[in-house]
């Protein structure tokens, strides 16, 4: 059953932190290449889109990383697995405060060309987004430790 949940827990985290890496690496730069209006609106679809669906892929891995740091308190991985949670925690608590509002407002975008205060918000939000992805990365770094 542990090696169900961590083998579990470990593609629902690393998947998680694949996607948001892409986000970062591939999807933002090809945006920026793309012409104003198509840029606006396929910013928009994106940020509509992940919006919707990665609070909850957030949730399930931090249920997750949390029945792993519980079924492990006693053991030698306990500890970095709690630094898993706590990183996990900060970015959530980060991301509703600093990011999604910036992701709801780029969500409302119509598909007229991006204004400048547009491209200023996306380039905030990608900016905080590396922040994001690193912070994630350093938790799964944990999670793999803590199981080990």
Known sequence: MVLFLDVVTIVSAAVLVGNEAAVWIFINPILR????????????LF?????????FWYAFSLLLLILEAFLRRQGSGG???????????????????????INNRLANLDST??????????????????GRVVLLAVSLVCLLVGIR
């Open 47 to 55: 940020a509509a889109r992940l919006g919707k669906a990665m609070p």
């Open 33 to 44: 290449q793309l012409d104003e209006g198509s840029q606006g609106r396929a910013v928009s």
């Open 79 to 101: 500890r970095w697995l709690m630094a898993s949670c706590c990183i996990w925690v900060a970015v959530i608590i980060l991301t509703m405060i600093f990011l999604v509002p």
């Open 113 to 130: 060309p991006m204004t400048d205060q547009a491209k200023r918000e996306h380039r905030k939000w990608d900016t905080l987004h590396k």
